[in-house]
């Protein structure tokens, strides 16, 4: 199994950044895929998820309404849109998988872990 993230960069605050994570060895309509980052010196934290039944989607608080987590069945791959980008963003960001049909917001609750893409936002 391999969830290879990409996509990371620099952007400037207010700017946008979209995340791709493709996944070999799972099938993301049969698990649960999720987005995580770890700030330096922080604790890695859930940023968002989705679900394999349907596509049902959650949110941490302080990405919602600036991120969108997607999928794409076909491709096999699972994408983050963040817009409205701010210096408190910036991380390592992590795609993940879960053999549930919903995503969850524990870190301890994945099977599979990408290799992690880092988004610096500059103020």
């Known amino acids: 199994v391999q969830l290879q993230a990409s996509g990371g960069g620099l952007v400037q605050a207010g700017g946008s950044l979209r995340l791709s994570c493709a996944a070999s060895?799972?099938?993301?309509?049969?698990?649960?895929g999720a987005w995580f980052r770890q700030a330096p010196g922080k604790e890695r934290e859930f940023v968002a998820g989705?679900?394999?039944?349907?596509?049902?989607?959650n949110y941490a608080d302080s990405v919602t309404g600036r991120f969108t987590i997607s999928r794409d069945i076909a491709k096999n791959e699972v994408y983050l849109q963040m817009n409205s980008l701010k210096p408190e963003d910036t991380a390592v960001y992590y795609c993940?998988?879960?053999?549930?049909?919903?995503?969850?917001?524990?870190?301890?609750?994945?099977?599979?872990w990408g290799q992690g893409t880092l988004v610096t936002v500059s103020s």
């Open positions: 993940a998988a879960r053999r549930y049909f919903l995503a969850s917001e524990s870190r301890g609750g994945y099977d599979y």
């Open positions: 060895g799972v099938t993301f309509n049969s698990y649960s």
């Open positions: 989705i679900g394999w039944i349907g596509g049902s989607t």
